[in-house]
């Protein structure tokens, strides 16, 4: 059955997105399958792999139970690598949810019947605490928080923890932490290497040992529409979230090895 993570952080602009596009890229490249969730209004994941935002069924068709889910999923160009597209309409989700029946779990519900055609599903959140978040934390096995190294790193991220913990108590779900990821990190800064520290001590095991560098074509690679892997694979940025996925995937394999009846 396909893992899911959830890539969140209510903070804005601390790669999020590129995240969610540039893992499953690496992962899909590993001879994987892949689904990526582009859960955010906003479409930047969509957009970001190609797929133009048409009009066509979306993510919210199937979060208002219009249509099942793999009928709105498309194929991107990158080999493995499938979307389940957004657009502006996800923004009407938050409201329309909120008197249905199960409105926390209409994502889990939707993944359900198609876990096993996957070996990964990425789910990008969008930057805030609502029910699209909850829906996407409710349907995943762990969460994966990017952080900017820049001074106000840590704010918000308590309350996305709380949050955590809330879901994990009112819905006796055993989300775990799946690693915070230092972004956009600038060795040629003090500030950048001393929040890096701060992080490290604050976080302890659960930071990635893989830090995504500051990079300008890992800034340009979603305007063409292509993860940084087809737009310039020997770039920092494509080195960087290559060595992010054999980190998942290693911690993975050793999870499954200490665990009775797998591995």
Same mark, same amino acid.
């Given at each position: 059955?396909?893992?899911?993570?959830? !890539?969140?952080?209510?903070?804005?602009?601390?790669?999020?997105?590129?995240?969610?596009?540039?893992?499953?890229?690496?992962? +899909?490249?590993?001879?994987?399958?892949?689904?990526?969730?582009?859960?955010?209004?906003?479409?930047?994941?969509?957009?970001?792999?190609?797929?133009?935002?048409?009009?066509?069924?979306?993510?919210?068709?199937?979060? *208002?139970?219009?249509?099942?889910?793999?009928?709105?999923?498309?194929?991107?160009?990158?080999?493995?690598?499938?979307?389940?597209?957004?657009?502006?309409?996800?923004?009407?989700?938050?409201?329309? *949810?909120?008197?249905?029946?199960?409105?926390?779990?209409?994502?889990?519900?939707?993944?359900?019947?198609?876990?096993?055609? /996957?070996?990964?599903?990425?789910?990008?959140?969008?930057?805030?605490?609502?029910?699209?978040?909850?829906?996407?934390?409710?349907?995943?096995?762990s969460v994966l928080i990017p952080i900017q190294c820049e001074f106000f790193a840590l704010e918000g991220v308590s309350e996305l923890l709380d949050t955590v913990?809330?879901?994990?108590?009112?819905?006796?779900?055993?989300?775990?932490?799946?690693?915070?990821? *230092?972004?956009?990190?600038?060795?040629?800064?003090?500030?950048?290497?001393?929040?890096?520290?701060?992080?490290?001590?604050?976080?302890?095991?659960?930071?990635?040992?893989?830090?995504?560098?500051?990079?300008?074509?890992?800034?340009?690679?979603?305007?063409?529409?292509?993860?940084?892997?087809? /737009?310039?694979?020997?770039?920092?940025? +494509?080195?960087?979230? !290559?060595?992010?996925?054999?980190?998942?995937?290693?911690?993975?394999?050793?999870?499954?090895?200490?665990?009775?009846?797998?591995?």
């Amino acid at each position: 059955m396909g893992k899911v993570i959830a !890539i969140t952080n209510q903070k804005g602009g601390v790669g999020k997105t590129t995240t969610a596009i540039n893992l499953a890229a690496s992962l +899909a490249a590993g001879d994987l399958r892949v689904l990526l969730v582009d859960s955010d209004p906003q479409g930047n994941s969509t957009t970001g792999v190609g797929i133009q935002k048409d009009g066509g069924a979306t993510l919210y068709d199937a979060l *208002l139970g219009q249509l099942p889910l793999p009928e709105v999923i498309r194929k991107t160009d990158f080999e493995g690598l499938e979307l389940a597209p957004a657009d502006k309409n996800l923004i009407a989700a938050n409201l329309e *949810l909120v008197d249905l029946a199960r409105r926390e779990f209409r994502l889990q519900d939707a993944l359900a019947p198609i876990r096993t055609q /996957y070996h990964y599903i990425l789910i990008d959140c969008p930057p805030a605490l609502d029910l699209l978040t909850l829906n996407a934390l409710v349907a995943a096995d762990s969460v994966l928080i990017p952080i900017q190294c820049e001074f106000f790193a840590l704010e918000g991220v308590s309350e996305l923890l709380d949050t955590v913990d809330r879901v994990r108590r009112a819905f006796g779900h055993s989300l775990k932490i799946e690693g915070v990821l *230092l972004t956009m990190y600038d060795d040629r800064t003090n500030l950048t290497r001393q929040v890096a520290q701060d992080l490290r001590e604050f976080f302890r095991d659960e930071v990635f040992q893989t830090i995504i560098p500051r990079s300008i074509r890992l800034a340009e690679a979603p305007s063409h529409g292509k993860p940084i892997l087809t /737009y310039d694979v020997r770039s920092r940025g +494509a080195e960087s979230y !290559i060595k992010l996925a054999k980190e998942i995937l290693a911690h993975d394999q050793a999870a499954r090895s200490q665990t009775p009846g797998l591995g």
